[in-house]
């Protein structure tokens, strides 16, 4: 996979920022949508740490955007681009959050217990081997594991789901691993809100009410920290908005008065 893809003419004026972390691709569906309004590039995060994926991120975007631009984050995305936007807040005009993880630690336990509860006994085996096998140093093939583990959390994270198989991701168990302790480490210590309080911009969140990362871990926060914060909640709407039937409509026309 390249280092990005882009939708529409340069100069592109809309980053779009894949989930995973190590989920390259995912996004695509979101960026296509953007791309009826403006331009649009959807960057491929390759950096094993988040310092790299920050200058990885400014790198592209000085290279080949409007600046500054709108970022535009899914799940992991979203704490890329909130980070991205505190490091180098000239580069961004408006920051749009979707689906974020929470940005306290205290909300975090909830998510791995609500996506259990969801499963039936058999997916729930299935879901939790997947994860024990991804944390096996002895197992190969971890980015074969990493896509099944994702396939099992889209089906507890979905509220009323859209059938079909969704654009290819490709994914980087190496990436995950990597940043994902990183992140957790950095949201424990307390040091990831607080990069909140040196971010300039407009910030809009949209979160699905059936989402098992809890809105309030989006809201609570950062309207202490962001300036300039609005939160939207979504209803009958799971972690992917545009994969949710009854969800899908609203949230583009929501997020079409954002851009």
Same mark, same amino acid.
């Given at each position: 996979?390249?280092?990005?893809? &882009? ?30 309004? &403006? ?5 491929? /995060? ?23 631009? &709108? ?10 681009g909130f980070l991205c936007a505190a490091r180098y807040p000239q580069f961004v005009k ?15 336990? /909830? ?27 002895? !197992? ?44 957790? /480490? ?21 979160h699905g009410d059936y989402d098992p990362h809890p809105a309030d871990g989006v809201r !609570?926060?950062?309207?202490? &920290? ?12 799971g972690h992917t908005p545009w994969r949710e039937k009854r969800a899908r409509e609203v ?9």
């Amino acid at each position: 996979m390249n280092q990005f893809r &882009t939708y529409g003419n340069a100069p592109y004026r809309v980053a779009v920022l894949h989930g995973g972390p190590g989920a390259a691709g995912d996004a695509a569906p979101l960026a296509r949508e953007i791309s009826a309004y &403006t331009s649009v590039i959807e960057p491929f /995060q390759s950096a094993l740490t988040i310092a790299g994926q920050i200058e990885e991120l400014k790198s592209l975007l000085r290279d080949n955007c409007s600046l500054p631009v &709108t970022l535009a984050g899914y799940s992991w995305g979203a704490m890329l681009g909130f980070l991205c936007a505190a490091r180098y807040p000239q580069f961004v005009k408006k920051l749009l959050l979707i689906s974020s993880g929470p940005f306290e630690d205290s909300y975090a336990a /909830q998510i791995q217990e609500t996506r259990l509860n969801r499963l039936s006994e058999q997916d729930r085996a299935e879901f939790e081997g997947y994860i024990s096998r991804l944390n096996d140093p002895e !197992v190969f093939d971890k980015d074969t594991i990493l896509s099944g583990l994702g396939a099992y959390a889209m089906k507890a994270d979905a509220y009323d789901p859209i059938p079909g198989d969704g654009d290819q991701v490709l994914c980087r168990s190496d990436i995950h691993t990597s940043i994902w302790k990183e992140a957790e /480490q950095c949201r424990k210590s307390g040091r990831l809100i607080a990069y909140g309080y040196d971010i300039r911009c407009p910030v809009v969140a949209f979160h699905g009410d059936y989402d098992p990362h809890p809105a309030d871990g989006v809201r !609570v926060p950062l309207s202490r &920290t962001i300036r300039d914060f609005r939160f939207i909640l979504i209803e009958h709407c799971g972690h992917t908005p545009w994969r949710e039937k009854r969800a899908r409509e609203v949230f583009f026309r929501a997020l079409k008065g954002e851009l």
